[in-house]
T-cell receptor, first 114, second 119 residues
Framework: GAGVSQSPSNKVTEKGKDVELRCDPI?????LYWYRQRLGQGLEFLIY????????KSGLPSDRFSAERTGESVSTLTIQRTQQEDSAVYLC????????????FGQGTRLTVV | AQSVAQPEDQVNVAEGNPLTVKCTYS??????LFWYVQYPNRGLQFLLK??????LVKGSYGFEAEFNKSQTSFHLKKPSALVSDSALYFC?????????????????FGTGTKLQVIP
């Protein structure tokens, strides 16, 4: 596609429910990132996929968070047993293999846990 | 490991005055440096990047940044601030590794600086 696409754009869920967030990267981009951004705050790195290499999961805040990516395509971020502190905007970005190219961000999914 | 520091959480500047948003980095190898902007309720947009060559890089919306290798800095600047420049600014670094690691390092973002331009 023309850009990074994330769905849904907004999600309201009840505390304790599981949610799945989806990211469609730019076609051909080998690297994909998930970030969390609380209101007015900076980017909190969650997970990084690069091609077929093992993902860098060092930013996942707890075992309730997981992410998958098949090859160089769609990724899903799953949050189990959601808590109110999970409320944030979840941003996805993709980049090409070349290190000198910029990252392209999706518009994010705004998650609200009530 | 690579890292990026944005020492100021917020920068306030009067409209029409020059602005600077600071960024320093730490990498092993040659850095590729980026600036992104996030306007209120919008996604992150790429502003400019330094890859090689001229240390002064010009980007979108009249912004520029100067790469200083000795000070490991990449400060964002604009000669005359506009109220519409008020936003969150993020610095990022990426380096290409050589050898048998596969050669690809993830991009690392700074924590962001909120720029407030006062009319």
């Amino acid at each position: 596609g023309a850009g990074v696409s994330q769905s849904p754009s907004n999600k309201v869920t009840e505390k304790g429910k599981d949610v799945e967030l989806r990211c469609d990267p730019i076609s051909g981009h080998t690297a994909l990132y998930w970030y969390r951004q609380r209101l007015g705050q900076g980017l909190e790195f969650l997970i990084y996929f690069q091609g077929n290499s093992a993902p860098d999961k060092s930013g996942l805040p707890s075992d309730r968070f997981s992410a998958e990516r098949t090859g160089e395509s769609v990724s899903t971020l799953t949050i189990q047993r959601t808590q109110q502190e999970d409320s944030a905007v979840y941003l996805c970005a993709s980049t090409s293999r070349s290190s000198n190219t910029e990252a392209f961000f999706g518009q994010g999914t705004r998650l609200t846990v009530v | 490991a690579q890292s990026v520091a944005q020492p100021e959480d917020q920068v306030n500047v009067a409209e029409g005055n020059p602005l600077t948003v600071k960024c320093t980095y730490s990498v092993s190898g040659n850095p590729y440096l980026f600036w992104y902007v996030q306007y209120p309720n919008r996604g992150l947009q790429f502003l400019l990047k330094y890859i090689t060559g001229d240390n002064l890089v010009k980007g979108s919306y009249g912004f520029e940044a100067e790469f200083n290798k000795s000070q490991t800095s990449f400060h964002l600047k604009k000669p005359s601030a506009l109220v519409s420049d008020s936003a969150l600014y993020f610095c990022a670094v990426r380096v290409s590794l050589t050898g048998n690691s596969g050669g690809y390092q993830k991009v690392t973002f700074g924590t962001g600086t909120k720029l407030q331009v006062i009319p």
